[in-house]
């Protein structure tokens, strides 16, 4: 089968940076699943499990015990962890998003996800960002590496800056500085905003699936 992202669809402008325009694009996408707004935690609580001197990773299986035994990483090792926008944000519409490909990926080609889940809610950490953080402290993580969603900040690709996007991310990483980690910034996650698809030729996105 062949799917049409702008079947019954006119396009508007590329030069038009309007609410209108945002709508269209969030249109092709089509229904978006949201949740209660919150703000970011004001006293976050850590729940990371704390590992004490000697004793195994709780997520590392007990059949690995004997080879772990003494095992230790060079002196020089630099270890973290890595996540995607897309991946860990939610918060897909909120505070002048603009949609990327995979928002209309996962809504509107079937199985495109293994599991049909969607980008809309997700853990919401766009939202609980400094609880994320406190519990990353309580691991003992030194590097974080998060992706900055292109689309949030650029909602139509290029063209106005969404203030409320920066404004964010700054914040972001404000507080990762805050709690002793170091940031690793991903600027491009494959999130690549709709609306340069549809500048770029691709205004009628065909995706072939099978039935």
């Known amino acids: 089968m062949s799917f049409n992202a702008s079947a019954g669809t006119t396009e508007l402008p590329n030069t038009d940076y309007s609410n209108e325009r945002l709508g ?5 996408v089509g229904p978006v699943a949201t949740h209660s707004k919150v703000t970011a ?4 609580t850590p729940e990371a499990t704390l590992v004490g001197p000697g004793d195994l990773h709780p997520l ?5 015990s004997s080879e772990l035994t003494g095992a ?5 090792f630099a270890w973290g962890l890595s996540a ?5 944000e939610g918060a897909a519409k909120d ?5 990327s490909i ?6 509107r080609v079937p199985n495109q996800v293994a599991d049909n889940s969607t980008g809309d809610v997700l853990g919401m950490h766009y939202y609980l960002y400094k609880q994320d953080f406190a519990r990353l402290k309580a691991m003992g993580t030194p590097y974080y590496s998060p992706s900055i969603s292109w689309p949030r900040i650029f909602p139509f ?13 700054d914040d972001v990483i404000a507080e990762m500085v805050k709690n002793g980690i170091k940031p690793a910034i991903s600027l491009f996650h494959w999130d690549t905003p709709l609306a340069l698809f549809n500048e770029y030729g691709v205004s009628t996105l065909r995706v072939k699936t099978t039935e």
Do not use: C, I, M
């Open 95 to 99: 505070e002048g998003r603009g949609p």
């Open 72 to 76: 230790k990483l060079p002196p020089n």
């Open 41 to 44: 935690t004001v006293e976050p």
């Open 102 to 107: 995979w928002d209309l990926l996962s809504h």
């Open 157 to 169: 690709g290029h063209g106005p800056v969404n203030q409320a996007g920066v404004k964010h991310y």
């Open 24 to 28: 269209f694009l969030w249109n092709q």
């Open 60 to 64: 590392v299986a007990s059949t690995f």
């Open 84 to 88: 995607s926008a897309y991946q860990l």
